[in-house]
């Protein structure tokens, strides 16, 4: 039945490759735009995913980590006096203008501590000492700022919000969802930058459980202490942070539609090619049925061919996506296609295909047996 399926599948070369290339360009649009939809939403936690902090205290509502509110750093002193609690320090994620060389402003989302090291943020360090950011006016930059503020180096200088700011050190892989470069320097300095709005504020406090505390314990305590703000365990923030874009930005409804046309892209490619090919074989089919074959033998064999087509055009579709990794980030997008989305997109392509071999079904399940006998 398999050599049957293949025989036939292959008779007409050009509409195998029809085949195969709807299959492979439904697969390589469904993995791209998911992927490209995955690295974005890499960049909106990349940050909460990478700092040692179990627990985030937030301003009431805020929405995601880039879009901040602040409120007074002394609240700090009641969650390091909480049970459970190992460590617990003031945090500065706010947008400032940066005055680039060539006279033109730029935004830069700041991130500020008293101590980086001990909150692994920045995780990547190329060049430089954290430790130095607290001798002066010093600042970190990451290499995904060469894109928007230009070429730099260690040891060159930087305004922002009309302070000079000597670069001594440079990062990787801190970006932001917003594509705006990120800063780091030392706590103090950025209160300084902006007095009016962040004298005597923070906008988060990162929280390190002492060992054995239990988080949910420790985040229902510090929620009573602090009735004004909010309190997320680390997933949970994540979450929140994500799911802020995939719903005010419509890049969830986005990924929908997409996966939804690249899905009818398939179908349509595949029923139609399924199907011519069954008529121009109607004979071959009701031969089967002739010497005794049922029904489920024809669409076991309609199967065998849609399945057959599903995994060449798989393969041939994770091929393409892959070969576009390299050149998409050449543009600084992020092309994320972890394994277990490999497995969904197989899966999800083979009942794809067999969902059209249904087409052609409908049409040989009425053949009639004698049609092999007749002139």
């Excluded at 985030?56 to 805020?62: D, F, G, I, L, Q």
């Excluded at 617990?88 to 700041?110: C, H, K, M, R, Y």
């Excluded at 995939?246 to 996966?259: D, Q």
Aim: net charge neutral.
């Amino acid at each position: 039945m398999v050599d049957l399926a293949l025989k036939m599948l292959l008779h007409d070369k050009l509409k195998f490759f029809i085949t195969v290339a709807g299959v492979a360009f439904a697969v390589a649009l469904v993995l791209v735009q998911v992927g490209l939809f995955l690295g974005l939403l890499d960049n909106a936690t990349v940050t909460i995913e990478h700092t040692n902090a179990d627990i985030w205290v937030t301003s009431r509502e805020t929405p995601n980590i880039d879009f901040a509110h602040q409120f007074s750093d002394g609240l700090v002193q009641r969650v390091r006096s909480t049970p459970g609690v190992a460590r617990a320090d003031n945090l500065i994620v706010n947008f400032l203008t940066i005055s680039l060389p060539n006279g033109a402003q730029e935004g830069s989302l700041i991130y500020a501590l008293d101590n980086f090291a001990d909150w692994n943020l920045p995780w990547d360090v190329k060049e430089g000492n954290l430790t130095d950011l607290k001798r002066g006016r010093y600042m970190f930059l990451d290499d995904s700022a060469v894109k928007r503020y230009g070429p730099f180096r260690v040891g060159e200088y930087r305004e922002i919000q009309q302070n000079r700011f000597k670069i001594i050190g440079r990062t990787n892989q801190a970006r932001s969802f917003t594509t705006t470069p990120i800063s780091f320097m030392d706590f103090d300095r950025a209160q300084a930058l902006s007095p009016d709005t962040l004298g005597g504020q923070t906008s988060y406090i990162l929280v390190k459980l002492a060992p054995g505390a239990d988080a949910r314990t420790v985040r229902a305590e510090l929620q009573t202490r602090l009735p004004y703000n909010d309190v997320f365990l680390k997933d949970d923030w994540a979450r929140r942070s994500r799911n802020y874009w995939i719903v005010s930005t419509g890049l969830g409804l986005n990924l929908f539609v997409t996966v939804f046309l690249g899905c009818m892209v398939g179908i349509v490619v595949v029923g139609q090619t399924l199907y011519s090919s069954t008529m121009e074989h109607i004979k071959e089919f009701g031969t089967v049925k002739a010497i005794g074959g049922g029904n489920a033998d024809i669409y076991k064999l309609l199967a065998e061919q849609s399945t057959i087509a599903a995994i060449v055009g798989y393969l041939l579709g994770i091929a393409q996506a892959f070969a576009m990794q390299p050149l998409i980030s050449k543009i600084d997008l992020k092309l994320l296609i972890p394994n277990w989305f490999l497995v969904a997109v197989f899966f999800g392509s083979l009942v794809m295909c067999l969902g059209a071999a249904m087409i052609s079904f409908r049409k040989v399940a009425s053949i009639d047996p004698a049609l092999v006998f007749r002139a």
